[in-house]
T-cell receptor, first 110, second 116 residues
Framework: GENVEQHPSTLSVQEGDSAVIKCTYS??????FPWYKQELGKGPQLIID?????GEKKDQRIAVTLNKTAKHFSLHITETQPEDSAVYFC?????????FGAGTTVTVRA | GAVVSQHPSWVICKSGTSVKIECRSL??????MFWYRQFPKQSLMLMAT?????????EQGVEKDKFLINHASLTLSTLTVTSAHPEDSSFYIC????????????FGQGTRLTVV
């Protein structure tokens, strides 16, 4: 099955700086890569996703890049704000089943 | 995006009793729903996939007789934890997709189950 590795497990950044989270996947047939933000005690919220026919996608302060050859994809958050503090999960999917990374706890210091 | 509502958001039950968790898609018809379990500071673990009108498909290691899943309509799936024990205490989360071939999934807000 699919194996998704996510790094780092924790990330502390100064407000206004950028945050980058990286994931790798094992199944070359995976074609959908969403990123979720989870706040304490809540369900995951989709923040951005990318499909395998696209290399980069941006939505305001959030961007995702995908390197299919290397089987890497990354989340970039620019101009971080305290409300960006949360746990972020990457995932990969080939058909309908999502395989999640272990999560990254992001703390934005004011 | 589409809205998925989960109820209750938290529940405490006595050991040996059963608990039912509901997952509803509010503004779309969800052919496929997924149930996950999440332990503290861990990732989401898929428990089972349910398609409307058919039996759920359980992941390896998940007891189908303990975690009963019903997906009787296109907007409602239920997870019943039977004969709950303290080790079943966890955060249970559902998600819904338009179909098996549609990979975009929308998550509910989760249910915190505590078995005492």
């Amino acid at each position: 099955g699919e194996n998704v590795e996510q790094h780092p497990s924790t990330l502390s950044v100064q407000e206004g700086d950028s945050a980058v989270i990286k994931c790798t996947y094992s199944d070359s047939a995976s074609n959908y890569f969403p990123w979720y933000k989870q706040e304490l005690g809540k369900g995951p919220q989709l923040i951005i996703d990318i499909r395998s026919n696209v290399g980069e996608k941006k939505d305001q302060r959030i961007a995702v890049t995908l390197n299919k050859t290397a089987k890497h994809f990354s989340l970039h958050i620019t101009e971080t704000q305290p409300e960006d503090s949360a746990v972020y999960f990457c995932a990969a999917s080939r058909a309908y089943k999502l395989s999640f990374g272990a999560g990254t706890t992001v703390t934005v210091r004011a | 995006g589409a809205v998925v509502s989960q109820h209750p958001s938290w529940v405490i039950c006595k050991s040996g009793t059963s608990v039912k968790i509901e997952c509803r898609s509010l503004d779309f018809q969800a052919t496929t729903m997924f149930w996950y379990r999440q332990f503290p500071k861990q990732s989401l673990m898929l428990m089972a996939t349910s398609n409307e009108g058919s039996k759920a498909t359980y992941e390896q290691g998940v007891e189908k007789d303990k975690f009963l899943i019903n997906h009787a309509s296109l907007t409602l799936s239920t997870l019943t934890v039977t004969s709950a024990h303290p080790e079943d205490s966890s955060f249970y989360i559902c998600s819904a997709s338009l179909s098996m071939s549609n990979t975009e999934a929308f998550f509910g807000q989760g249910t915190r189950l505590t078995v005492v």
